[in-house]
């Protein structure tokens, strides 16, 4: 009987931390009863959230990496704990435009780019920069939505590299199936 | 003088069998003077040839990643070589779609899917494939855009891996940097 009280007492404190918070209100409100949203949802999420600014939206193939980025268990849909991890970096990504972006012209030059992944503590050559910008750039500007698209990818990359990276020397070996997986799933 | 006039026959032999090359007239059309094009000419280029039939255009996206797949340069532009390659290879993957798309509903399911990259020789576990399925796959049907995408990604990635796979016993090992170009740019 106390653990059943104490139990319902720790639940109730839950479900009155998540009334308090804004993001609980734009994920239930797309979250179906398994509390799991998928991309479409989270582009419906955060476009009503707002958090995109005066950008355009976030397209559906961003939304798609940003739940590939976080998805420990492969379900190819977000629980509200991600969506969370996912808001904090998408926070940390927008500032970082905008710092950039001065005259909100919905895109940042070439080595701002650069500046920006590099504040980011990636540390790559300019071969590999100059990569990022080609894929992401069109005529050497960047959207904001391929700018976190390319934020997603990178992040999401790198720890997955690092993970094989026993050694902690730069370098991974990787077996050709999981190579596969890690590479087409973003 | 002899050498002059050799050159300049196989000169016209050349501009003779391009003439005779539909191919060419397609490329030729969107090319400026530096006979390369952009993954936007790319786009106009492949919607006036027709080759997706009554599918939907290749997306602006799925064009980029064509493009890398054969960019050897990393120009992030294509030659007329490029493009007659890259139209061999859109014509198996869009014969292999059509095939499973006997109702001509412009989607496949999961399953085929599984068939389609099995039969391009590719040797992928169930996990592997699920992986395609989750980021290709809506609902469990993929578009013809989205399959191509998945195709250029998968071949040039596999293409990539296999450099580095020396000892051909499938395993691989990337320097980060090196990893970051080889997943970042498709």
Redesign the interface.
């Known amino acids: 009987m106390n653990f059943l009280i104490q139990n319902l007492g720790q639940g109730l404190q839950q479900l009155e931390q998540l009334a308090g918070d804004p993001l609980w209100g734009y994920f239930q409100a797309v979250a179906g009863p398994d509390q799991q949203i998928s991309p479409r949802e989270l582009q419906q999420c955060l476009t009503s959230s707002g958090i995109a600014g005066t950008y355009q939206p976030f397209s559906l193939?961003t939304c798609?990496i940003m739940i590939?980025m976080l998805d420990r268990d492969?379900s190819?849909q977000m629980g509200f704990n991600e969506f969370k991890e996912l808001w904090a970096a998408l926070n940390q990504w927008k500032t970082t435009f905008m710092n950039f972006d001065r005259d909100r012209s919905g895109t940042i030059e070439g080595h701002e780019l650069h500046q920006a992944v590099t504040s980011f503590g990636y540390n790559?050559?300019p071969?590999?920069l100059?990569?990022?910008l080609?894929?992401y750039g069109e005529n050497g500007r960047v959207k904001f939505d391929d700018f976190v698209a390319?934020c997603v990818?990178?992040r999401a990359?790198?720890a997955q590299?690092q993970q094989r990276?026993t050694a902690r020397n730069?370098?991974?070996?990787?077996?050709?199936?999981d190579?596969?997986?890690v590479?087409?799933?973003?």
Chains 1, 2 share one sequence.
């Open positions: 193939n798609y590939a492969r190819g790559l050559s071969n590999a100059n990569v990022l080609g894929r390319l990818r990178l990359l790198t590299f990276d730069g370098h991974a070996t990787f077996q050709y199936d190579f596969i997986q590479t087409m799933s973003l």
